[in-house]
C-alpha cells in the first residue's frame, strides 16, 4: 500500500507571489482550487491513505470531501513537513509514500498511476519537473531516501537514490512536470488545466487586481 502525501501551506501563506495579481480571498481560492484538482486526480487512481501535510485546518472541507487526512505540518520548512510526515505512523504502516505537491492543477490521473505502478518495483520513483525541480517522489521504504525539493532537486534526489545504492527509477509525466508558481503559470496552456482551476481562471481574470 502507498500514502500519497500532499503538502501544502496554510492559506495565509500560500502562493505569496500571486499577491501582485489577486487579493488575499481570492488568492486562497485559487490555491484550494489546485488542490482540488490534485486531490481529484489522485482519487481517480488510488483508493488508498490520502494525507494532506498542513498546519491549517481550514481545507478540511476539501479533506472529507476526498476521503483525506490531515497531517499536522511539524517542519520548518517544506522538506523539514515532508520529512516528518514520512515518519508518521500513517505512512510507516503504508508502507511507502508517494509525495506529490498541491500546486500540480494540470495532474491526470493516469500521470498519477503511472508513480504508483514504478513503485511496485523500484524504491526511489523520480518525476522531474521542467525547472529540474521534483515533481512527484516516490519512496518504498518512506525513508529511502531523504526529501530534497527544491531548485535543483531532481539531480539531488537521483544522487541519494544512487549514493544509498535503491532501485530507481525515472518516467517522464507530462502532467505533473509544471506547477503554478506564478501568475503566467497559471495562463499557459489553460486547456490543461483541472476543471477546478479552469473554473476559477474563467471567474477570476488578472485583470481583477487589487
Not at 508518521?88 to 506529490?100: I, K, N, Y
Not at 498541491?102 to 490521473?109: C, G, I
Amino acid at each position: 500500500m502507498t500514502a500519497v502525501l500532499v503538502p501544502l501551506k496554510p492559506l495565509a501563506e500560500a502562493k505569496s507571489r500571486f499577491r501582485v495579481a489577486y487579493d488575499d480571498e481570492t488568492r486562497a481560492a485559487l490555491v484550494r482550487a489546485m488542490l482540488t484538482d490534485v486531490f481529484a486526480a489522485v482519487r481517480a487512481a488510488h483508493d488508498g491513505p490520502l494525507l494532506l501535510v498542513t498546519a491549517d485546518a481550514a481545507y478540511g472541507d476539501l479533506a472529507v470531501r476526498f476521503d483525506a487526512r490531515r497531517i499536522e505540518d511539524r517542519g520548518h520548512d517544506y522538506n523539514g513537513a515532508v520529512a516528518a510526515a514520512l515518519h508518521t505512523e500513517a505512512v510507516r504502516d503504508a508502507g511507502a509514500a508517494l509525495v506529490l505537491p498541491a500546486d500540480l492543477p494540470r495532474a491526470t490521473p493516469e500521470d498519477v498511476a503511472r508513480v504508483l505502478d514504478a513503485m511496485r518495483t523500484a524504491e526511489v520513483v523520480l518525476v522531474p519537473a521542467h525547472d529540474g525541480g521534483t515533481a512527484a517522489l516516490g519512496l518504498r521504504p518512506p525513508d529511502a531516501i531523504a526529501p530534497a525539493f527544491g531548485p535543483g532537486s531532481a539531480a539531488a534526489h537521483r544522487e541519494a537514490a544512487r549514493a544509498a545504492a535503491r532501485r530507481f527509477e525515472e518516467i517522464d509525466c507530462p502532467s505533473l512536470a509544471f506547477d503554478v508558481d506564478t501568475p503566467s503559470d497559471l495562463e499557459s496552456d489553460p486547456a490543461s488545466l483541472g476543471p477546478a482551476t479552469r473554473e476559477f481562471l474563467a471567474s477570476h481574470t488578472l485583470a481583477a487586481r487589487k
